[in-house]
């Protein structure tokens, strides 16, 4: 009935770790140089992230300095990450925010073999900034369509936003009727121009052998 996993959040991706997983932010303020400079070192060792600097560096010198302009932007930062978190089951595939520069998507990944993931990202003029992953592994008994147990849950995430520090935190998992269901905290740490946030979210997932659903939660 509900398939619930890869949650890639996608809050947080504006204002991203010095890596892919997590790192301190700084507080000056970010420049397209210091940028590129980042998503050079970060792509040394990250496959995702190279694919993102060439995207980068295909981007017009415009669109380059819009990209920063709002990852500088404290306020909208904060707007964002509120929004991707006050999430519902059926909310929409996408959001957008600021004229369709920013968007928030979400992505069901079904195995059909007792697993499944749900994720969460935020991408900003296409580049793909951050990323939030649920995942649950349960048995099934597909004779009776339910779920018998579960054995494990993960919560992952993926940044390349300098201004932005991740951190995974606590996950459970367990059986709610006929269904696997498991949770996973993050931290977010935001420095931006406009101010410091910190966020604590939740991205939870419901599903069995055949369908799945998620929602981010502050």
Request: aromatic share 10%; with cysteine.
């Amino acid at each position: 009935m509900k398939k619930t996993i890869s949650f890639l959040l996608v809050l947080a991706m504006f204002m991203a770790v010095t890596t892919p997983a997590s790192a301190s932010a700084s507080t000056d303020r970010l420049t397209v140089e210091k940028f590129q400079n980042h998503l050079e070192q970060v792509s040394k060792n990250d496959a995702k992230a190279l694919e993102e600097l060439e995207k980068f560096n295909r981007m017009s010198n415009i669109e380059k300095s819009k990209l920063i302009a709002l990852l500088n932007d404290g306020e909208l930062m904060n707007k964002v990450i509120k929004e991707a978190s006050s999430d519902i089951i059926n909310s929409p595939k996408e959001k957008s925010f600021h004229n369709g520069d920013i968007k928030i998507t979400k992505t069901i990944t079904s195995t059909l073999n007792g697993n499944q993931s749900y994720t969460k990202e935020i991408s900003t003029y296409g580049l793909n900034l951050t990323s939030l992953t649920l995942t649950v592994y349960f048995k099934y008994d597909p004779s009776n369509s339910v779920v018998t147990e579960t054995l494990s849950a993960n919560n992952t995430h993926w940044n390349i936003n300098p201004g932005l520090v991740i951190t995974n935190e606590a996950n459970d998992h367990f059986v709610n009727g006929t269904l696997a269901q498991a949770w996973g905290n993050y931290n977010f740490y935001v420095t931006a121009s406009g101010g410091f946030f910190n966020y604590t979210v939740t991205l939870n997932i419901q599903c069995d052998n055949e369908d799945v659903s998620g929602w981010l939660e502050s």
